[in-house]
């Protein structure tokens, strides 16, 4: 009985001598995988960079370009070796990768290419970012605290835009008002909460800023009109219960039509929030986010990502239009979360 075939790797490694630009460090590109890596031996974590880019004749923030620094690893999987070694022949004649390659980003030196045996094991499987149902039990109360402010920061004003709904919602616990009204500016540097804040809204913005969609609205009417008073008063009523707040949030449709930003209108205000708090409460079991003797705060190779990064997070600083006040009308009120 002949012997089953083995798949093969083939793998094409190069070192970055400008910045890539990529969304996140793995990406699919046709048949391959392009892996962003810190050494050659793919032992450490890329280099996170972001830069300032201005639009000439446009009056308006500059976009934040994410970019890494590093090796690249180009692989694919299959068991031709020649149809291998053929898609990959297309990488090795091209110098840059990445986005913007035309103005410099992404140039790449191939060193080697290999071919190997690939064995399917559970290291080779990527797990999927789940977001939880419910925000689940059993949780010390200084993490509950946080999880209240990454689901409440966008619904205060702040320096650089105003709430995300048009109304400011009144936060009756001082401390956790403070970290929201200031996670752009940094100015509270006593607030325990506020640098954790400012780490998962960048991470989150990052993962979700995929693709720049400039929209000019902050939801599309075609469905309707939005209550904005009506949703800060909802959220107020459960703003004390970090469970409720969560089970709101997750099935508002309000919040899933309310754009997170209005240069990525793709990316809604609920995932942004939902996918926040997830990452937190990932890193919480993982012991990145850490709770001892009754402080949180973020272990230390997250707090070098944090000191690293520039603010993600672009948010529009225009101000809510007269179309805009004058067309909310009254909806019929939601059953709030238990």
Same mark, same amino acid.
């Given at each position: 009985?002949?012997?089953?075939?083995?798949?093969?790797?083939?793998?094409?490694?190069?070192?970055?001598?400008?910045?890539?630009?990529?969304?996140?460090?793995?990406?699919?590109?046709?048949?391959?995988?392009?892996?962003?890596?810190?050494?050659?031996?793919?032992?450490?974590?890329?280099?996170?960079?972001?830069?300032?880019?201005?639009?000439?004749?446009?009056?308006?923030?500059?976009?934040?370009?994410?970019?890494?620094?590093?090796?690249?690893?180009?692989?694919?999987?299959?068991?031709?070796?020649?149809?291998?070694?053929?898609?990959?022949?297309?990488?090795?004649?091209?110098?840059?990768?990445?986005?913007?390659?035309?103005?410099?980003?992404?140039?790449?030196?191939?060193?080697?290419?290999?071919?190997?045996?690939?064995?399917?094991?559970?290291?080779?499987?990527?797990?999927?970012?789940?977001?939880?149902?419910?925000?689940?039990?059993?949780?010390?109360?200084?993490?509950?605290?946080?999880?209240?402010?990454?689901?409440?920061?966008?619904?205060?004003?702040?320096?650089?835009?105003?709430?995300?709904?048009?109304?400011?919602?009144?936060?009756?616990?001082?401390?956790?008002?403070?970290?929201?009204?200031?996670?752009?500016?940094?100015?509270?540097?006593?607030?325990? $909460?506020?640098?954790? #804040?400012?780490?998962?809204?960048? /991470? +989150?913005?990052?993962?979700?800023? =995929? &693709? %720049?969609? @400039?929209?000019?609205?902050?939801?599309?009417?075609?469905?309707?009109?939005?209550?904005?008073?009506?949703?800060?008063?909802?959220?107020?009523?459960?703003?004390?219960?970090?469970?409720?707040?969560?089970?709101?949030?997750?099935?508002?449709?309000?919040?899933?039509?309310?754009?997170?930003?209005?240069?990525?209108?793709?990316?809604? $205000?609920?995932?942004? #929030?939902?996918?926040?708090?997830? /990452? +937190?409460?990932?890193?919480?079991? =993982? &012991? %990145?986010? @850490?709770?001892?003797?009754?402080?949180?705060?973020?272990?230390?190779?997250?707090?070098?990502?944090?000191?690293?990064?520039?603010?993600?997070?672009?948010?529009?600083?225009?101000?809510?239009?007269?179309?805009?006040?004058?067309?909310?009308?009254?909806?019929?009120?939601?059953?709030?979360?238990?």
């Amino acid at each position: 009985m002949a012997e089953p075939q083995l798949k093969k790797k083939v793998t094409l490694i190069g070192r970055l001598d400008t910045p890539i630009i990529l969304s996140k460090p793995l990406v699919k590109k046709g048949a391959c995988w392009i892996k962003v890596i810190g050494d050659r031996n793919g032992e450490k974590k890329p280099l996170l960079t972001s830069f300032s880019k201005l639009v000439k004749g446009e009056s308006r923030a500059p976009t934040v370009l994410h970019a890494y620094r590093g090796f690249v690893q180009v692989s694919c999987v299959g068991y031709n070796t020649e149809k291998l070694l053929t898609k990959i022949s297309s990488f090795m004649t091209n110098r840059f990768l990445g986005s913007y390659s035309s103005e410099g980003f992404g140039r790449v030196k191939w060193l080697e290419c290999k071919i190997e045996s690939f064995i399917h094991t559970k290291a080779n499987q990527r797990k999927e970012f789940k977001i939880r149902k419910g925000l689940g039990v059993n949780y010390p109360e200084k993490l509950l605290k946080l999880l209240k402010v990454l689901m409440l920061h966008d619904f205060v004003h702040t320096e650089r835009h105003p709430s995300k709904i048009y109304q400011e919602l009144q936060i009756e616990d001082e401390e956790i008002r403070t970290a929201c009204v200031n996670h752009h500016n940094g100015a509270e540097h006593t607030n325990a $909460l506020l640098p954790i #804040l400012q780490y998962y809204d960048r /991470l +989150a913005s990052s993962i979700s800023r =995929k &693709k %720049r969609f @400039k929209v000019p609205s902050r939801y599309n009417r075609e469905n309707g009109e939005i209550d904005f008073k009506l949703l800060k008063q909802d959220l107020e009523q459960v703003q004390h219960s970090p469970y409720r707040l969560y089970n709101y949030i997750y099935h508002s449709k309000e919040l899933e039509r309310i754009v997170e930003s209005m240069d990525y209108g793709i990316s809604s $205000l609920r995932n942004h #929030l939902l996918l926040m708090v997830n /990452l +937190a409460i990932n890193d919480y079991y =993982k &012991k %990145r986010l @850490k709770i001892s003797k009754g402080t949180i705060s973020l272990s230390a190779s997250k707090r070098e990502e944090l000191d690293t990064a520039m603010d993600a997070e672009m948010h529009s600083s225009l101000t809510m239009s007269n179309a805009d006040s004058e067309r909310a009308t009254t909806s019929k009120k939601r059953r709030l979360g238990t």
